[in-house]
């Protein structure tokens, strides 16, 4: 689809572009401002270079927390992009069904992280929660205050929990958005059920799946309320997640500076990363239409 | 058989979903003793008190109140102004689009805790601290770039030659866009009422940070169920069912919505 030239549509954009930049613009330079400065109390600021980028690049366990990101993150995008492409393939299409799968699929959203975090400590416990009791009466030992498999574990599910129906709700508005005679034209043509999926369901899914892929992405990135809740980062470091450790260097210094200047590092690998995934799937798409 | 079995998997994780939901019913329904005290599948001697304590407590039912005025008030501006500009995005090429675009979803990508001390210190310039609309325009930062990112999807997948057609009928542009366009990616519009709803309502830091009791939302009276004595495990699990139910009656009311596709050929 070939778009139209007209610079007057920054006319339609302006409402959004005022709105994002009053709450984006002015913050983002001041923790630049920050990550530069050493500060030590109001009106006591020296400039201080590179060298807060310098100190957490050389964190060794600022590289443990990375890996242990990317991992999870990784985990996290190819568990719940399949299944909540299933789930959306296989909800009704019509009648109340419709209604009752879209109310249950809300309600693990709709929970405040940390009370997320907090439900499923109790949910987990071996001793009085329903999980962990079911678990260790099927004669598996399984503690994940105790074990970090079984920490990482427990983190995993209650994660795949909470956002699968995100990435469900969403493919399911994308399906629904496909015209019906599209379906018409596959059942004349006799397509399998699997073509129908790759060749018009899944390309006119691309749009929605971009934007589940990188939401994921970025939130799982930042994940901390739940993990912190769940785990405090533990046992052990095993945990502890990127957004964790930078709370942890957050609290324990006086400085603002090394903070900041972590938080500016993060940001960039998270944009690198966005970006790397928008261009494939943006490259995938034109691919496809050739 | 195949429709059977798909429905069977389908019922099967909706089962596993709804658990852990289950069991923070039951824990709303008993006391703390009895929830540390002995595991139990269903709540013995189920009791409402913990309810009782959120219905009869203003600072705990003000919550409720604070929070769904800036949510709604956040999810109304995100939509109105992301409509027109996911249509130029999805139908434009214009300067600098392709970053514009890009840069909106980069909003969400730096951890949020950063953001708070420039937050608090931007909002006390405007001496707007402690008001409904000081949180609903900070939660603008993220909602209105996803608002716009869902939107020019399914704006996308509407053919232009719709486009082309209504305006050689003689419709003006935003005649157009209300009448026939809207409608037509109504499923879109549902999702992303739903999205931008339920990611204010959950956002803990900027709310808490913003408000000091005029505003204060009820995400941030649940931490105080964290106390030093402990927690309060009962009401919180109260206060958790109770926050689910604005947003249920939210997705009840665009689900016609989310589940109607668009025919063609309206035009």
Not at chain 2, 47 to 73: C, H, P, Q, R
Not at chain 2, 223 to 232: F, Y
Request: with cysteine; net charge neutral; proline share 5%.
């Amino acid at each position: 689809m070939e778009k139209w030239d007209d610079n007057r549509a920054w006319f339609l954009v302006l409402p959004v572009f005022i709105v994002v930049a009053f709450s984006a613009i002015v913050p983002l330079m001041t923790v630049v401002n920050y990550s530069v400065q050493d500060i030590l109390g109001p009106g006591q600021t020296y400039f201080a270079g590179t060298e807060w980028f310098e100190e957490v690049l050389h964190d060794g366990r600022l590289h443990e927390a990375l890996w242990r990101q990317l991992l999870f993150s990784g985990l996290v995008l190819l568990i719940e992009i399949p299944l909540g492409i299933m789930i959306a393939l296989a909800m009704p299409k019509r009648g109340w069904g419709v209604s009752a799968c879209l109310v249950t699929l809300a309600l693990p959203l709709l929970i405040p992280w940390n009370v997320i975090g907090t439900i499923w400590l109790i949910f987990t416990r071996p001793d009085i929660g329903m999980l962990g009791v079911a678990i260790n009466k099927a004669g598996i030992v399984f503690d994940h205050t105790a074990s970090p498999t079984d920490a990482w574990i427990t983190v995993m599910l209650m994660e795949v929990w909470h956002w699968t129906p995100l990435v469900a709700l969403l493919c399911y508005a994308g399906l629904r958005a496909i015209p019906e005679a599209y379906y018409q034209a596959a059942k004349i043509d006799g397509a399998s059920g699997w073509a129908v999926f790759r060749y018009i369901q899944l390309p006119k899914m691309r749009g929605v799946l971009t934007i589940a892929i990188l939401l994921r992405f970025m939130d799982s990135f930042l994940i901390y309320a739940e993990p912190f809740v769940l785990t405090g980062g533990g046992p052990g470091n095993s945990t502890t997640f990127l957004s964790i450790y930078l709370v942890k260097i957050a609290m324990g210094q006086f400085d603002l500076g090394p903070a900041a200047a972590f938080s500016l590092i993060y940001f960039v690998i998270v944009l690198l990363f966005s970006f790397i995934f928008y261009q494939v799937l943006q490259n995938v798409g034109r691919r496809e239409k050739q | 058989m195949r429709v059977h079995k798909r429905t069977i998997a389908l019922c099967f994780y909706f089962g596993l979903l709804l658990l852990p939901i289950y069991w923070m019913l039951t824990m709303s329904l008993r006391t703390n003793a009895d929830i540390l005290g002995a595991f139990a599948i269903y709540p013995t001697h189920p009791t409402l008190a913990n309810f009782v304590k959120i219905f009869t407590d203003e600072s705990w039912y003000s919550g409720y109140l604070n929070s769904m005025i800036y949510v709604t008030e956040n999810t109304l501006i995100s939509l109105v102004t992301a409509l027109p500009a996911a249509y130029a995005f999805s139908r434009f090429r214009f300067l600098g689009d392709k970053h514009v675009f890009f840069w909106l979803l980069t909003n969400r990508m730096a951890p949020a805790a950063v953001f708070l001390l420039p937050y608090f210190q931007l909002y006390s310039t405007l001496q707007m601290i402690d008001t409904h609309i000081a949180v609903a325009l900070a939660h603008c930062l993220f909602n209105v770039p996803l608002a716009v990112w869902i939107l020019e999807g399914f704006m996308s997948g509407v053919p232009r030659e719709i486009d082309e057609t209504a305006f050689i009928d003689g419709y003006s542009f935003p005649r157009f866009f209300t009448t026939i366009f809207v409608p037509l990616i109504r499923s879109g519009v549902g999702v992303t009422a739903f999205f931008c709803f339920m990611f204010s309502w959950v956002e803990l830091l900027f709310a808490r940070t913003l408000t000091v009791t005029k505003a204060k939302p009820i995400v941030a009276t649940m931490t105080r169920t964290i106390s030093a004595t402990g927690l309060d495990w009962g009401l919180m699990a109260a206060a958790g069912i109770l926050c689910i139910l604005p947003g249920a009656l939210v997705i009840w009311f665009v689900r016609n919505h989310m589940a109607k596709g668009f025919a063609l050929g309206r035009v």
